[in-house]
């Protein structure tokens, strides 16, 4: 295939605008913003996808028009004209770099909180309650309709101001979808009932934005194109609501997705994590496609390039959203152009970008630490004016960043390798059914340390006399950790977790699970054990099985567990374990009442966290020129953080992820980028 026959490549013409391809970032809320700004980490977050080649970026993921849609995941607030200057800086800097920019405007209906903000009650078609978001919604009067339809054409007309190329308006799941929606409004006014009385509120909006902006602004619209729901819209009313929109004159394009997410695996079905099918409307965004003259967006788990391409040929969008996509690589299309499609780093569904923002945290990618960091963190590593010598220990996450970056920086690197294989705990995260894709990180990783050149040293645990063998300018330490023991009497009768996954421990029958973290490896090691044919109880001292994770993963793992018969059972904690025979005694005090019970499984796994191994760092920090200190403030400020502290020392030393303590992937891989972008 050539640039000039890949369908992804093409232009496309939306009336005036040109875009220069078919591939969007379609609009989110990544919780970026500033007072209810995008300022400046906003802004060089979208320039960065801009600089990689993308056609259009839309910012603004739902973004509110009034103080009775307040804020719940970090949105931006188009409510008054304080944001106009933002808007102004952001889409001159986003234009610059030749894409366009659109901004997607919504009222959250009852999909917000009542509790936040200004302490507005929140507002519905009707008094039903989403589960997702929680808040009983006050019955809107036929006053606020009109009002909120001013709210939507005043908010439109501040992003006109703003320089944006069009704008979107949010209606699937939000209170244009809520009105839409059977499931959702049950009124018995002009408002509800029939197709038309429903979709009344949603012409009316786009009748009063379209007067509002003028003829010339690009106004779209994101809407249902199926609720997969028993008594939610069907695929023929959206079909047919779809074409009343389009007869109107006023839209330009349709923005098609599916699902109802009203609740935690309704939002999972969304944005889907690992276990869930990539992918899975194309269908039903051909099915508008074909019902309308319009040009049709989608997106919904393209993730990959074969996925988007296909969606194209197939004729079921005009535009594909890689939205997480480019979370996960920016410059994927400027790679796409180069011939270089294998050195996309790959969006394998971890889910943290968006389980964080559920969270209240903002935005990061798993395995792209430069992402939502750009003014301090480069996506494109510069070259060091001078080549060194740079050893990593550690072929997990953090080792193989390190490697990378180094290697990006010119430097060689040699990188040891305790084990027969590289990976790391990636390994062990990957054994289950539900996150088996996680190993595409790890894939990425080798493969980009093989292209430029890191040798690579299996089935050699590095001491510090192998280290200093090599001579090296700098060492990264990022051996990782053992995972940490039940401090408990009989706690050596308990396999860890790791040792089940790795198959060092093999265990069958009753399993009791103890999990300590409320993260994701209790999780993978319950699935592994339930699809061996291991009948699996969790317990945990938290007031939830898997306490840490967002509403996305957890709602996917739990069911998934669930189905494979699991059982969970908080509050927790274990007192000790005994063996009874060929079977084990396990006794497990309440953590609020003090109540202690016993238990007997034929085995006993725990997941304590991680001890770091970090002898290595140790026995080289007295040579090192740092002592192994790092200047935090440096860290934060994204300059290097290594400052000499010992005349004597011959190199820079710092450990990395799980050998400093254990935290996680994304953590180990941003301070394996941290650590070398500078070296």
């Known amino acids: 295939m050539t640039l000039d026959n890949d369908p992804l490549l093409q232009p496309l013409q939306i009336r005036h605008l040109s875009l220069r391809n078919r591939i969007m970032s379609t609009a989110h809320a990544p919780a970026f913003q500033e007072g209810g700004h995008p300022r400046d980490r906003y802004r060089l977050y979208h320039e960065e996808k801009a600089r990689g080649g993308i056609a259009l970026t839309m910012i603004g993921g739902s973004t509110n028009i009034a103080p009775d849609s307040p804020s719940v995941f970090g949105q931006l607030y188009a409510g008054d004209d304080s944001i106009i200057p933002w808007f102004q800086r952001l889409t001159d800097g986003v234009r610059k770099h030749g894409a366009a920019v659109m901004c997607q405007i919504t009222h959250m209906g009852r999909r917000t909180a009542w509790d936040d903000g200004n302490w507005l009650p929140v507002?519905?078609?009707?008094?039903?309650?989403?589960?997702?978001?929680?808040?009983?919604?006050?019955?809107?009067?036929?006053?606020?309709?009109?009002?909120?339809?001013?709210?939507?054409?005043?908010?439109?007309?501040?992003?006109?101001?703003?320089?944006?190329?069009?704008?979107?308006?949010?209606?699937?799941?939000?209170?244009?979808?809520?009105?839409?929606?059977?499931?959702?409004?049950?009124?018995?006014?002009?408002?509800?009932g029939s197709l038309d009385n429903r979709l009344r509120l949603t012409l009316q909006v786009l009748e009063a934005v379209r007067e509002a902006v003028g003829p010339d602004l690009i106004l779209g619209l994101r809407v249902t194109g199926d609720e997969l729901t028993e008594g939610g819209l069907s695929a023929s009313e959206c079909v047919a609501a779809a074409q009343k929109i389009a007869a109107t004159g006023a839209v330009d394009f349709l923005n098609v997705l599916a699902g109802a997410p009203y609740d935690d695996l309704g939002l999972a079905g969304w944005v889907a994590p690992m276990g869930l099918p990539a992918a899975p409307d194309l269908t039903v965004a051909g099915r508008i496609r074909q019902a309308v003259d319009l040009p049709v967006f989608h997106a919904g788990g393209v993730a990959d390039i074969a996925t988007a391409r296909h969606a194209l040929r197939e004729g079921q969008a005009d535009m594909i959203g890689m939205t997480r996509a480019h979370m996960a690589d920016p410059y994927l299309v400027a790679k796409l152009r180069r011939g270089e499609e294998e050195r996309i780093r790959p969006c394998v569904a971890l889910g943290y970008c968006v389980d964080r923002v559920n969270q209240g945290k903002p935005a990061v990618c798993g395995h792209n630490a430069a992402t939502g960091r750009e003014a301090v963190m480069p996506h494109v590593i510069a070259p060091a004016p001078e080549r060194r010598k740079v050893v990593v220990a550690g072929g997990g996450p953090a080792g193989l960043e390190a490697a990378r970056v180094a290697a990006e920086r010119g430097h060689q690197v040699v990188l040891f390798e305790a084990s027969g294989r590289l990976g790391g705990q990636i390994t062990l995260a990957a054994k289950g059914m539900t996150r088996r894709q996680i190993w595409g990180v790890a894939d990425w990783l080798i493969s980009e340390a093989e292209r430029l050149g890191v040798e690579v040293r299996l089935n050699t645990y590095a001491e510090a006399d192998d280290v200093l063998a090599e001579n090296p300018d700098a060492v990264i330490v990022a051996t990782g950790g053992w995972p940490e023991g039940l401090e408990i009497p009989g706690g050596h009768l308990a396999a860890s977790a790791w040792e089940v996954l790795s198959g060092e421990a093999r265990v069958a029958g009753e399993v009791l699970l103890l999990d300590e973290t409320g993260d994701h490896a209790a999780l993978v090691c319950a699935d592994a054990m339930a699809q061996a044919g291991c009948k699996v109880t969790l317990a945990t001292p938290d007031r939830t099985a898997a306490h840490d994770l967002g509403p996305t993963n957890s709602a996917v793992v739990l069911r998934d567990l669930a189905r494979q018969g699991v059982t969970f059972e908080c509050f927790l904690e274990p007192v000790s374990v005994a063996a009874e025979g060929r079977r084990k005694r396990i006794t497990l005090r309440h953590v609020l009442t003090g109540e202690v019970t016993e238990r007997v499984a034929d085995h006993v796994v725990s997941e304590h966290g991680i001890t770091p191994a970090d002898d290595l760092y140790h026995a080289l920090k007295p040579q090192s020129r740092n002592m192994g200190q790092l200047d935090h403030q440096a860290m934060v400020a994204g300059t290097s953080p290594f400052a000499a502290i010992n005349p004597q020392g011959s190199f820079w030393l710092a450990r990395a992820g799980d050998a400093v303590s254990g935290r996680n992937m994304h953590a180990a891989i941003y301070d394996a980028l941290r650590l070398c972008k500078d070296l």
């Open 123 to 192: 507002l519905g078609p009707s008094g039903r309650r989403e589960r997702a978001h929680r808040a009983f919604p006050k019955v809107m009067e036929m006053e606020e309709i009109s009002r909120v339809t001013r709210d939507f054409a005043a908010a439109a007309e501040r992003c006109r101001a703003g320089g944006f190329d069009g704008i979107e308006l949010l209606s699937h799941s939000h209170l244009l979808g809520q009105f839409l929606s059977p499931l959702v409004n049950t009124r018995e006014d002009d408002y509800g």
